[in-house]
């Protein structure tokens, strides 16, 4: 049956999609204002960053 092979490469192609996106995405990173003028610091894994408003990425070193 080629519509359920279709089918299981569709869930297979879609679990790698969820998976890159959940590890890939920075809902780890705990951003806290360690500054008034604008110091951001990540307490997840310590990235720095300048500005007003909070950082939405993760600016983790490494991998
Ligand atoms: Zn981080």
Same mark, same amino acid.
């Given at each position: 049956?080629?519509? %359920?092979?279709?089918? %299981?490469?569709? $869930?297979?192609?879609?679990?790698?999609? *969820?998976?890159?996106?959940?590890?890939?995405?920075?809902? /780890?990173?705990? *951003?806290?204002?360690?500054?008034? /003028? +604008?110091? *951001?610091?990540?307490?997840?894994? $310590?990235?720095?960053?300048? +500005?007003?408003?909070?950082?939405?990425?993760?600016?983790?070193? +490494?991998?």
């Amino acid at each position: 049956m080629p519509v %359920l092979l279709l089918v %299981l490469l569709l $869930g297979v192609f879609a679990y790698f999609v *969820w998976r890159a996106r959940t590890t890939t995405l920075t809902r /780890d990173c705990r *951003w806290r204002q360690v500054s008034r /003028d +604008g110091a *951001w610091q990540c307490s997840f894994c $310590g990235s720095k960053a300048q +500005g007003k408003n909070m950082p939405t990425a993760c600016q983790k070193v +490494g991998r």
